[in-house]
C-alpha cells in the first residue's frame, strides 16, 4: 500500500500574524510609572579643609529591614517623626536664630543652617516605609519654611506659604514681582535649609 504524502500547513503568513499580534500587544499595553523623589544634589565643592559638625546638631533616623523607625536612639512611630524634626530643627539652641521658636535647648541643634538630618536605611527596608520616612522628613521642613513665610512674606507683598510661593514663581500666569518673590524664597532656604543627609 502506497504512503500517503502528509498535507503541508502553509506558513507564509505566520510572519505577517506574529508582526500583527506584537504590534497589538504593543499599542494596549501600559507601561507602570515609576515613582521616585525628586533630589537637587548639592554642588560640588573644591574645598580641602574638613568641616567639623557638633553631634549635638545632627539628628539620626535609622529604619531596619522590619521598617522599624530608631530616632536618636529612642524607638518612634513614623507618625511622630515629623514633629520630632520639627522641635530639633527648630529649637535654636546657640541663640544666632531669632525667628526660631524652639526650646532653645543647648544640647539639640544650634541653628536650623547648623542642624543636619541623617537618614540610614537597611537593604531590606521596604520602599514604602522609604518614601514614608522622606515624606516625613521633607513635610518637616516644609513646616519650618510655610511658617517663616507666613512671617517675612506680607512684609514683602506676598501673603502665601513657602510651597504656594515656588508654585507661584513657577506660573508663567503670575503677574507678581518674580524677582522679589525669588528674593524672599532664596532668603527662605537660606534660613532653613534642606541638609536631609543620607548614610550608606
Request: net charge negative; glycine share 4%; with cysteine.
Amino acid at each position: 500500500m502506497a504512503k500517503r504524502a502528509a498535507p503541508e500547513v502553509n506558513a507564509g503568513s505566520m510572519a505577517d500574524i506574529a508582526f500583527l499580534l506584537l504590534i497589538f500587544f504593543l499599542v494596549t499595553t501600559t507601561i507602570p510609572k515609576d515613582s521616585g523623589i525628586t533630589r537637587k544634589l548639592p554642588p560640588i565643592e573644591e574645598n580641602d579643609e574638613d568641616v567639623i559638625i557638633k553631634e549635638k546638631n545632627i539628628f539620626t533616623v535609622l529604619l531596619n529591614g522590619k521598617d522599624q523607625l530608631l530616632v536618636e536612639d529612642e524607638l518612634m512611630e513614623i507618625e511622630d517623626l515629623r514633629a520630632a524634626a520639627v522641635k530639633f530643627l527648630d529649637n535654636g539652641g546657640d541663640g544666632s536664630c531669632n525667628y526660631c521658636k524652639g526650646a532653645k535647648d543647648p544640647k539639640s541643634s544650634d541653628n536650623p543652617d547648623k542642624a543636619i538630618i541623617s537618614l540610614k536605611n537597611d537593604r531590606l527596608t521596604s520602599y514604602k516605609a522609604y518614601i514614608t520616612v522622606q515624606n516625613e522628613l521633607v513635610a518637616a521642613y516644609n513646616q519650618l519654611r510655610n511658617r517663616r513665610a507666613l512671617e517675612i512674606g506680607p512684609k514683602k507683598g506676598f501673603d502665601m506659604d513657602f510651597i504656594a510661593m515656588e508654585k507661584a514663581y513657577d506660573d508663567v500666569k503670575f503677574t507678581g514681582n518674580k524677582t522679589k518673590l525669588k528674593e524672599v524664597i532664596e532668603q527662605i532656604k537660606t534660613e532653613i535649609p534642606q541638609k536631609l543627609s543620607e548614610v550608606e
